[in-house]
């Protein structure tokens, strides 16, 4: 039972620096989300997608990018690293109109 | 638009006392409400959901939660409080008018003393 799988689980990044965050789910579930959560912010909507070869844009999408080539991943990308992007990161799957799958988080760090 | 609110912060309470986590929530159709505990270093774990019928909801670890639409809450109870309770949790809901995404609130950090 893998549910919702991350990797990597950490991180450390320089400022400028690219890399590609890996989402995926065998729940066969049809959305997929990327959140990012900070002390005393909560959990905000970074991107989502409701199937597969769509994404659409969340509360705070700017600096990232997302891809939903296969229904089963979601992979988000960080083009040009800064240090306010440090947070962890938790990707989540549903099927239309259901609670939320999650998986355990990555930890990135930008120095 | 969708929102939650989650008024306090932290709540703390004496171990076997009951317990009561805030929340309150703004949609413009039905909601669908969600409960979810985080515990240091991991992701977020379902606790339970009211989608529709009894506005009393039973879930995991003992907690029940109470869907009042006249003052639109859904606050998070259980009748005595374990030390293993102590973590952060988090109230969200779903607008029926649009089932594409869930808002969660700020969370509450709940620490039960011994």
């Known amino acids: 039972n893998a549910g919702v799988t991350q990797t990597p689980k950490f991180r450390v990044l320089k400022t400028g620096q690219s890399m590609t965050l890996l989402c995926a789910q065998d729940m066969n579930h049809e959305y997929m989300y990327w959140y990012r959560q900070d002390p005393g912010m909560g959990l905000r909507l970074i991107h989502y997608s409701v199937g597969e070869g769509t994404t659409a844009k969340g509360e705070v999408p700017d600096g990232y990018n997302v891809s939903r080539l296969k229904k089963q991943n979601f992979l988000l990308g960080l083009e040009s690293a800064a240090p306010s992007q440090t947070s962890v990161y938790f990707c989540?799957?549903?099927?239309?109109?259901?609670?939320?799958?999650f998986g355990s988080g990555t930890r990135l760090t930008v120095v | 638009a969708q929102s939650v609110a989650q008024p306090e912060d932290q709540v703390n309470v004496a171990e076997g006392n009951p317990l009561t986590v805030k929340c309150t929530y703004s949609v413009s159709g039905n909601p669908y409400l969600f409960w979810y505990v985080q515990y240091p270093n991991r992701g977020l774990q379902f606790l339970l959901k009211y989608i529709t019928g009894d506005n009393l909801v039973k879930g995991s670890y003992g907690f029940e939660a109470e869907f009042n639409k006249s003052q639109t809450s859904f606050h998070l109870k259980k009748p005595s409080a374990l030390v293993s309770d102590s973590a952060l949790y988090f109230c969200?809901?779903?607008?029926?008018?649009?089932?594409?995404?869930?808002?969660f609130g700020k969370g509450t950090r709940l620490h039960i003393l011994p």
């Open positions: 989540a799957s549903s099927p239309p109109g259901f609670g939320y799958t």
């Open positions: 969200a809901v779903r607008d029926d008018n649009r089932d594409d995404k869930i808002i």
